[in-house]
């Protein structure tokens, strides 16, 4: 009798780590989700926006960000700053040595450079199975848009001494 609940319970666990195979590796993760609402995210970053976006707050200019290393590669963005607005963010490195790399990349980076220009910051949500990249790319542009901070504070600073 032990060993038919045995063989049973060994069953269920195969089939339990089929069905857990399939979703982690064949469906792979879903674009954009962590466990938190979406409706939280977006009422955060909203908040974030009208905080942050007053003209002047950044020098114009391009901007390039430090190379972040990672476990999986190294991250590095431009970021251009036009009416003391960041206007776009260009990646220039990112993890791509492996297939998966490539297509989690190639899914998260857009996602990532629209929050922080509708953020106007590198204050930004990750995204689910992205952490890696998140933190290179967060890295990278934050070190951008301190130097078009002290670009900017070094023009206002008077001049009279």
């Given at each position: 009798m032990r060993k038919l609940i045995g063989f049973f319970l060994s069953i269920a666990v195969a089939i339990s780590m089929l069905i857990d195979g399939y979703i982690v590796f064949l469906n792979g993760p879903r674009h954009l989700a962590t466990?938190?609402?979406?409706?939280?995210?977006?009422?955060?970053?909203?908040?974030?926006?009208?905080s942050t976006q007053h003209s002047g707050q950044y020098k114009n200019g391009t901007f390039t960000g430090k190379t972040v290393k990672t476990q999986w590669g190294t991250v590095q963005v431009r970021a251009s700053i036009q009416n003391g607005q960041l206007t776009t963010i260009n990646v220039l490195k990112y993890p791509n040595s492996e297939d998966y790399s490539r297509k989690l990349n190639k899914r998260v980076l857009p996602t990532y450079q629209a929050e922080a220009i509708k953020a106007q910051s590198?204050?930004?949500?990750?995204?689910?199975?992205?952490?890696?990249?998140?933190?290179?790319?967060?890295?990278?542009?934050?070190?951008a848009l301190n130097q078009a901070k002290q670009s900017n504070q070094q023009n206002q600073q008077p001049s009279g001494r």
């Open positions: 466990t938190r609402g979406d409706s939280e995210s977006e009422s955060s970053s909203s908040t974030k926006s009208s590198a204050n930004i949500h990750h995204v689910s199975g992205a952490t890696v990249t998140y933190h290179g790319f967060k890295g990278s542009l934050q070190d």
